[in-house]
């Protein structure tokens, strides 16, 4: 959290320079942590590395992740979906902060941002919030459709964002639980409050009845099958 926010303050987002270096950059900066790691848990006998990869995207390429890593852990952390989609909705607009890339399609290039769910050419005329509504079912879906095998394993956590901000005591040791690890100071910090990461200040467009009402037709059953 403290990495983010002074990438923040930085000005760094604003710069195209700056992010092109810092993208050049990360590559070699990531492997060099990596190395360093490896050589300071060579020294302990009892050293337990762990790696762990937080990407928005996962849910589309859980079959992927499961013949690669086929003893791993699945958190899925959830939100509700309306403040969610709002959320999305406005990191679509603001391309300076949230990466968006070309698609070919239609013999033009078309901006898009996150994930691409299937069927997303026929989304393209659509409302963004609409977009954006079959992205979070596209991600929280596939992980639920491996949630039943998962569990029965001992292998699925779901960490639910409301709680986690409201309970984070509860939700934290929780967590430590069903990851079987010690608990210690890092732990501590968080149960006394939640960083905000990467938090937007523009607030989400307001949406008309009729657009909610299409939203829900795209999320209700992920919602539900969510506790939600």
């Known amino acids: 959290a403290g990495v983010w926010k002074l990438l923040r303050r930085s000005g760094i987002y604003e710069s195209p320079r700056m992010m092109a270096l810092a993208r050049r950059l990360a590559g070699p900066l990531v ?15 009892e050293a337990v590395s762990r790696f762990v990869d937080k990407s928005v995207h996962a849910g589309l390429w859980m079959e ?3 013949r690669v890593l086929p003893d791993c852990r699945v958190i899925h ?9 709002g959320s999305m909705a406005v990191a679509w607009q603001q391309v300076d902060r949230f990466r968006t890339y070309d698609l070919p399609c ?30 979070w079912v596209a991600v929280n879906q596939g992980i639920l ?5 998962l569990d029965g394993e001992g292998r699925y956590h779901q960490l639910r964002l409301e709680r986690l901000v409201t309970e984070p005591r509860s939700e934290i040791q929780a967590l430590i ?52």
């Open 177 to 228: 639980d069903f990851l079987q690890c010690a608990d210690g100071d890092y732990w501590n910090v968080l149960r006394q409050e939640i960083p905000r990461i990467n938090a937007s200040s523009v607030p989400a467009r307001e949406m008309t009845p009729a657009l909610q009402g299409r939203i829900e037709q795209v999320v209700a059953p992920s919602r539900k099958a969510l506790g939600y």
């Open 64 to 66: 992927l992740l499961l």
């Open 31 to 45: 492997a060099a942590l990596g190395a360093t790691g490896r050589v300071t848990a060579g020294g302990h006998r």
């Open 145 to 149: 459709d491996y949630r039943d095998r």
């Open 77 to 85: 952390v959830t939100r509700e979906p309306a403040r969610t989609i």
């Open 106 to 135: 239609r013999g033009k290039e078309v901006p898009w941002c996150f994930g691409l769910p299937r069927g997303w050419e026929q989304l393209l005329d659509e409302p963004v919030e609409v977009i954006c509504a079959h992205q």
